[in-house]
């Protein structure tokens, strides 16, 4: 899979997001943090889009769970128009399956 970046640096990860269904209700703005909020704290198993340089025992494809006390740490990374991920740590990995 071509990236659209050349090189993560460092101790982060980027992870895939997971896929929902649609809806067709319309949230203001905070309604909606609020519940993206709540999502990221029961995401269990996310899979891995790519790793940064110095990391050596999770790979691209691995799929991890996160400490849910991190899930207020994770940032939305938009890498194109039709591509984002979830930014983390390693240190904020509990486990790799």
């Known amino acids: 899979m071509a990236k659209e970046f050349k090189l993560l640096r460092g101790n982060r990860i980027y992870l895939e997001i997971p896929e929902e ?8 703005k905070e309604s909606a943090d609020a519940i993206e909020a709540e999502k990221m704290k029961k995401w269990g198993r996310l899979k891995v889009y790519a790793v940064g340089n110095l990391i050596e025992d999770i790979k691209e494809g691995d799929e991890i769970m996160i400490d849910p006390s991190a899930a207020s740490k994770i940032v939305k990374i938009p890498l194109s128009l039709d591509r984002e991920v979830l930014m983390i740590s390693t240190f904020d990995v509990a486990h790799i399956w």
């Open 21 to 28: 269904p649609k809806s067709s209700l319309h949230l203001d």
